[in-house]
């Protein structure tokens, strides 16, 4: 592979009382965590909470709708319907008719025109995402949202794993190996967390690629543009020094030969120490 090389064109109900006891967190639990993304600063606003649009959505007495930063929930494109609305059913026990405090940017939306925050009950300093991640019934995605809050979802969602929580159960949204490029492919279009040991670097003037065989036009690649960078050099990530490195990796699968995930946030990616980290 080597510095000219091409990729291409890459870039791109159930009842609430059913899903309170899916939780399996103690608010003493949801405190921690929300100390954990301590970086996310003060509340911005407060605001009362109608119920849940979705697994990852509120909608709030005012009208607007505001969406969980940094996780997402199961859709349409898992083909697990059911998954999908336990957690819409398990945002909705947790939020329906609460306070809610809002941390995060007041002004950062997602491209639907939903404000993208932390969320927190109020009146009783639980960490909505958290909660929800640690139940099993969301999954940390870095690149949607708050970076800062990241590595404490992750951890949260570590433990969802290690106990098979919710999504956990279920085959289709377990950690995918990078050899498996027939399923890799099949999941094109779905968010995944994939793992693996990366063989090979290759960069172009627009882009870093992290290939996991020999053969890049069919194997799994993890594509960094030119413009993210900056920010791995700043996480302490060399990306030229990767060869060799067992990582997971979390996004969007799409086709780029082989079946391929674009990173724009460090966070999105973790560096293995050892199996099954």
Known sequence: ?????????????AAAACALALFAVSPAHAES?????????????????????????????????????????????????????RAAAALEALVAGKRLALHGKADAKDRYGRILVQAALADEARWIAAELVAAGHLR?????????????LIAREREARAAKRGLWAVERFQVQNADALAALLAAKGRFAIVEGTVRRI???????????????????????PRAARAAFQAAGIDLKSMRGKRVRVRGVLYESGGPAI??????????????GA
């Open 262 to 275: 674009e990173l724009r946030t460090p966070a999105a990616l973790e560096i293995l120490e050892r199996e």
């Open 140 to 152: 940390a995605a870095p690149d949607l949202g708050e970076p800062a809050c990241a590595d404490a």
């Open 1 to 13: 592979m080597g510095g000219t090389r091409d990729h291409g064109n890459a870039g791109t109900a």
């Open 202 to 224: 290759g960069e172009t003037n627009a882009r870093t690629f992290l290939d996991f065989g020999r053969r890049y036009t069919e194997d799994f690649t993890i594509v960094i």
């Open 33 to 85: 965590a929300l100390a954990a993304c301590k970086d996310i600063g003060e509340p911005f606003a407060f605001v009362e909470a109608v119920g849940a649009r979705d697994g990852a959505t509120i909608r709030l007495a005012d009208g607007r709708e505001a969406r969980l930063a940094g996780v997402i929930a199961a859709t349409d494109l898992d083909g697990d319907a059911e998954a999908a609305r």
